[in-house]
């Protein structure tokens, strides 16, 4: 077969990583493919938020202002934080304020396929861009790809089709992980006031609670329960719930309304290796860490970041180089960041008596450890 076109770069996945890539790929001026069977319908007229949020890191917003694709978010779906508080007994609480960095906030809030959508519409400027709804990889060693019935070349072919990537698959990258014993119970509730711009997380014997402000008097409530738990949760009728959500989220003072819930699995993935031949992940292609930081598609933006620098010196004869130097400035970060989180969730669940005053205790100092504190936070931040 001859091919039809010929592509710097082919993505499979124009989700929040694959499409901010393309972006990214296009300002550099290359010729690239994107493949996204379901383009996204992002309304900003319907007034309740969608249920699929993310707390957007001040490291992910600047790669997202540099690239241009801030600019095209709508401002009032937005929510700005600038307070991130953690705790277990309320006498020993952390707390993460912006001003403690000489900045004027943490992160923003938002809905994902808000996000998702303005990066998708910033590349309508971009000539250099294809888009297509269907494509698969035919092989992995000439870069040659199927792209809506056609047969086009490509020197690098990225798999940002999320946690499940069909391409990671197809390709038999090796991986490890887990299924927690747990899911995310996400709630959607309005208050009768704003929502503020304070994001606080308390952990329980069953797994933390979060509640997460969003645009307006909107929030989202983000409850780890066992499964048989939610399926209880999902059983009630809206008054017995709001009565549940009372009693376990004792930080909520302000009066609110259920809108929607939904429940998500949880899960861990880690793969062996980012590149085979001319097959790239990122983002949830590559790794699934647990949402207890929010940490997920700010990993995928950061491996977008070194996927740019890499692909910027991408010529006909180095590609393999160039992936393996991409996969060497994310492979180990990555790691260490879901080891992290696996930590403090897997110490913040054990209730022996005297590790849960070691933690408290640690929360407390950790409250009062200055530099220390400050250089946690601009971890997180990515920053
Ligand atoms: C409950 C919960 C809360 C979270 N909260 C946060 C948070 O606060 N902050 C944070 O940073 N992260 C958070 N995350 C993680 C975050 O949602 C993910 O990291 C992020 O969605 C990954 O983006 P992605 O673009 O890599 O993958 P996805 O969002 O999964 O996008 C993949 C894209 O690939 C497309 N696709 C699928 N199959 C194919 C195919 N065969 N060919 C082509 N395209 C295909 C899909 O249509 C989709 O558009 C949370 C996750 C969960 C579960």
Redesign the pocket.
């Known amino acids: 077969m001859t091919s039809q076109y010929t592509f710097d770069a082919v993505i ?7 499409a901010t890539l393309a972006k990214g790929l296009a300002r550099q001026g290359k010729n690239i493919a994107i ?4 383009i996204p319908q992002f309304d900003i007229t319907t007034p309740a938020p969608d249920l ?5 890191s001040l490291g992910s917003e600047n790669l997202l202002r540099e690239l241009g694709i801030w600019s095209g978010l709508q401002k009032l779906r937005l929510k700005v934080y600038d307070t991130l508080s953690v705790w277990e007994l309320p006498e020993f609480k952390t707390q993460f304020m912006a001003s403690e960095l000489q900045l004027s906030h943490l992160g923003h809030l938002m809905e ?1 396929v808000h996000l ?1 959508q303005a990066a998708l519409m910033s590349l309508d400027e971009h000539d250099c861009v294809s888009m297509f709804a269907s ?1 698969s990889l035919i092989d992995a060693k000439s870069g040659e790809v199927e792209l809506d019935g056609k047969v086009s070349q490509a020197k690098v072919i990225v798999a ?4 499940n990537s ?2 990671r698959q197809q390709m038999q990258f090796p991986i490890s992980g887990w299924q927690y014993q747990q899911q ?1 119970f ?1 709630i959607n509730i309005k208050l009768e006031c704003d929502s503020g711009n304070h994001t606080w997380q308390q952990f329980f014997e069953t797994g933390p609670r979060a509640f997460l402000p969003l645009y307006g008097q909107y929030a989202s409530l ?1 409850w780890y329960c066992a499964p048989e738990q939610v399926n209880l949760l999902k059983s009630l009728s809206d008054n017995e719930l709001e009565a549940e959500i009372c009693a376990s989220f004792p930080a909520l003072s302000a009066q609110f309304t259920i809108l929607k819930t939904a429940s ?1 699995p949880l899960k861990r993935l880690h793969a062996h290796q980012y590149v085979k031949d001319r097959v790239v992940l ?4 590559a790794h699934i860490i647990n ?1 207890l930081a ?5 990993l ?1 933006f950061q491996d977008v970041s070194a996927l740019l620098n890499a692909l910027g010196k991408l010529t006909e004869s180095n590609v393999s180089s160039v992936l393996k130097d991409y996969e060497a400035a994310r492979k180990f970060q990555n790691l260490k960041m879901m080891s992290v989180m696996d930590g403090f969730y897997a110490g913040f669940s054990n209730q022996h008596l005297p590790l849960k005053a070691l933690r408290n205790i640690g929360l407390a100092l950790a409250d009062k450890a200055g530099t220390l504190k400050n250089m946690a936070l601009k971890q997180a931040l990515g920053i």
């Open positions: 499979f996945g124009g989700g929040m990583v694959g493949v996204e069977p379901h699929r949020v993310s707390a957007i994902n998702q494509g940002a089709d999320g946690g069909p391409l995310v996400a983000v998500f990122v983002g949830d292609a949402p929010g940490q997920g598609v700010n995928g």
